[in-house]
């Protein structure tokens, strides 16, 4: 089945710091990836969607110059955290799915939970 | 903004009896689907149905939608401790820009008793 790996799973870091988070398509190609953000005991927010050679499409109240996307390769996708705050502390999650079609289900990496003192 | 709400917002159990939970959504859906999180862990899909289907089966999950009502359920039968998990709904919006994108519900928080 279709695997979406990210990295790091577990992220502290000193406010100030940018924090980059990678989202890989293991076994498929993705023209298209997603990122969300969830903060506890939450749901799942999303924030960009990511395209393969174009430019990131953000979600209304979501800085772009705060979360850059990257998405330089059809299997990678990364989202950098800029100059983190405490505020910035959550769990990011990306998806993806072979093809990126519409009536496909999402493949989700583990996630990555950042914490920023 | 989240469109969607499900209750109950938590829901405690014994093993063996059967769990339901309820997902409400406000626009034009191509799909509905419903996912699985353990604590601090990645979504697992569940099951995908699509706006013109009413009903799906999957092992002991059952899902029903009602595009009228706009409202979905998810029944698990004979529930396992290891199903204690978060459950998610989420739908992918009508329209040509919106492939792949989900809005998610608030999530039902199960918790079945050995």
Known sequence: ?117 | SQQGEEDPQALSIQEGENATMNCSYKTSINNLQWYRQNSGRGLVHLILIRSNEREKHSGRLRVTLDTSKKSSSLLITASRAADTASYFCATERAGGTSYGKLTFGQGTILTVHP
């Not at chain 1, 969607?49 to 990257?70: H, M, P, R, W």
């Not at chain 1, 950098?80 to 989700?108: K, L, M, R, W």
């Open chain 1, 1 to 117: 089945g279709a695997v979406v790996s990210q990295h790091p799973s577990w992220v502290i870091c000193k406010s100030g710091t940018s924090v980059k988070i990678e989202c890989r398509s293991l076994d498929f190609q993705a023209t298209t990836m997603f990122w969300y953000r969830q903060f506890p005991k939450q749901s799942l927010m999303l924030m960009a969607t990511s395209n393969e050679g174009s430019k990131a499409t953000y979600e209304q109240g979501v800085e772009k110059d705060k979360f850059l996307i990257n998405h330089a390769s059809l299997t990678l996708s990364t989202l950098t955290v800029t100059s983190a705050h405490p505020e910035d502390s959550s769990f990011y999650i990306c998806s993806a799915t072979p093809g990126g079609g519409s009536n496909q289900p999402q493949h989700f990496g583990d996630g990555t939970r950042l914490s920023i003192l």
